[in-house]
């Protein structure tokens, strides 16, 4: 079983920064991707971001240039750098693993995390 624990959440002022990181244990994490997403009240989930087992990234191009992802396979810990938070950024922000090739879908995602809070404010 595959257990996914967010942290490093909390409250920020526009334009400030923000890491959040997701510890996974279980077996195989070199061998998922890992993505982010984010869901704001009254909102759907949306995806914001993921790193492939190789490395490569992708975006959400409303996060794009502003948000970096990436991983440590020694650690097991995948992690999300966020500059230039916005007020529309404030979210509960969720990583997830997948070994499917289809990365932006949340129901392609085998095992979450609870989600931590992201607070931006004005």
């Known amino acids: 079983q595959v257990q996914l624990v967010e942290s490093g959440g909390g409250l920020v002022q526009t334009g400030g920064s923000l890491r959040v990181s997701c510890a996974v244990s279980?077996?195989?994490?070199?061998?998922?991707?890992m993505g982010w997403f984010r869901q704001a009240p009254g909102k759907e989930r949306e995806f914001v971001g993921a790193?492939?087992?190789?490395?490569?990234?992708y975006y959400a191009d409303s996060v794009k240039g502003r948000f970096t992802i990436s991983r440590d396979n020694a650690k097991n810990t995948v992690y999300l750098q966020m500059n230039s938070l916005k007020p529309e950024d404030t979210a509960v922000y969720y990583c997830?693993?997948?070994?499917?090739?289809?990365?932006?879908?949340?129901?392609?995602?085998?095992?979450w995390g609870q989600g931590t809070q992201v607070t931006v404010s004005s």
């Open positions: 997830a693993a997948t070994s499917s090739v289809i990365i932006g879908q949340p129901r392609q995602y085998d095992y």
């Open positions: 279980g077996h195989s994490f070199s061998s998922y991707t």
């Open positions: 790193i492939t087992r190789t490395g490569a990234t």
